[in-house]
């Protein structure tokens, strides 16, 4: 349960940057280890490839660049609040870090499907 | 209608109560007791808690002084949020008929209501939050203009009341006890802008230290609990700017 003082908008962006952080850490290197196929196993990494080409996966992939994104807008957005002048604009900031990962993650499932 | 006496005039509706849950116990061990409370005109939390402790249970300890948000010592935690109780309205807070109201957290309890404030003041100290005079009375008073970059930011950031708020609101004090927290920080960046002082070196090293300004994670929840609208977050955030220059030249 998110405990009463956590309940604001930048908290959440917080959390959201800490998670995506996070999982981003865990999906990295699963993602060398694919990438990787192409110079050890290059028959396993065709499969894989087809094998990922199923609804469940593109989902996931939605997901995965959308933690990518807001991870890299959310860092952008902290980058600016501690190295320039404090703008009070603090949650626009914010929702626009989310809503532009959305619409880079939405851009990038229009392509694939 | 309240009368002379503080006691509801003699009206046909009945009176409308609330249900008040008080943290009682000490640093061992402790729970919530239930008060019932008539709702007043204009009541704030603190006025709450004063009726419980005058009418209900003389044995209710909690601290207050000035009543009028001047002195920072009615701080408690109010349906889980940090709040100075003697401007918070009751019916601004209370949620269906209830109010919960705890000691604030991040501070080891005394009784009841009532937490030891001393870490959280020894860390002013740590932060080197005291003023050190270049000059002596002899000297000619130094000038600062209202308008310098420096005299605003220290401006925006010195109307604190030390009433604990945004230090009982922040996680990372909960995560890392030993962090100074945003009010330290905050009195020191006030400082760190003045430039009459003379111990800007030994305070930017303690606030690049491991307890100092790094540790903050921008969340804001001292600045969104700050009843006098402080903005602790963009004080860290200059002081971060500061240490990071005082790094790359090799000061700190
Ligand atoms: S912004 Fe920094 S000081 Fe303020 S609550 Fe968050 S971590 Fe604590
Ligand atoms: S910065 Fe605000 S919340 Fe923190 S101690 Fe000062 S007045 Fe209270
Ligand atoms: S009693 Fe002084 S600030 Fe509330």
Redesign the interface.
């Known amino acids: 349960m998110i405990?009463?003082?956590?309940n604001?908008p930048?908290?959440f962006?917080?959390i959201v940057h800490r998670l995506s952080g996070l999982a981003l850490v865990i999906f990295l290197p699963m993602h060398f280890y694919v990438l990787g196929m192409a110079l050890t196993n290059v028959d396993q990494l065709d499969s894989f490839l087809q094998w990922s080409n199923n609804p469940v996966s593109k989902a996931a992939e939605f997901g995965l660049v959308f933690l990518l994104a807001v991870h890299l807008f959310g860092g952008l957005r902290?980058l600016v609040?501690?190295?320039f002048d404090?703008r009070d604009w603090?949650k626009s900031l914010a929702a626009a870090s989310a809503g532009l990962a959305f619409v880079v993650a939405g851009g990038f499932l229009l392509n694939v499907v | 209608m309240v009368g002379a006496n503080n006691k509801p005039e003699e009206t046909d509706q009945p009176e409308v109560m609330i249900e008040v849950s008080v943290w009682r116990g000490d640093a061992e061990a402790g729970g919530f007791r239930t008060y019932h409370v008539p709702s007043r005109q204009s009541q704030t939390v603190l006025d709450i808690v004063t009726y419980i402790q005058r009418n209900l249970d003389p044995e209710l300890t909690y601290r207050f002084a000035c009543r009028v948000g001047m002195c920072g010592s009615c701080g408690m935690t109010v349906n889980g949020k940090p709040r100075w109780t003697c401007r918070t309205h009751a019916s601004q807070v209370i949620s269906n008929g209830k109010l919960t109201i705890e000691p604030l957290r991040n501070m080891t309890k005394v009784k009841d209501l009532a937490v030891d404030m001393t870490p959280f003041f020894d860390k002013w100290v740590e932060a080197k939050g005291a003023f050190v005079p270049t000059k002596t009375r002899h000297d000619e008073i130094e000038a600062i203009k209202p308008d310098s970059k420096e005299r605003r930011a220290a401006d925006a950031a010195v109307e604190c009341i030390n009433c604990g708020v945004c230090y009982s609101a922040c996680d990372v004090v909960a995560w890392k006890p030993d962090y100074l927290g945003p009010a330290a920080i905050n009195r020191s960046w006030t400082l760190v802008n003045d430039p009459r002082d003379g111990a800007q070196a030994e305070r930017l090293k303690v606030l690049a230290s491991d307890a100092g300004c790094s540790n903050c994670h921008s969340h804001q929840s001292c600045a969104t609990y700050c009843p006098n609208l402080l903005n602790p977050t963009r004080s860290i955030a200059g002081v971060k700017r500061r240490v990071m220059v005082a790094a790359l030249k090799g000061e700190v």
Do not use: T
């Open positions: 405990r009463p003082h956590r604001h930048l908290w962006a917080f902290l609040l501690e190295n404090w603090q």
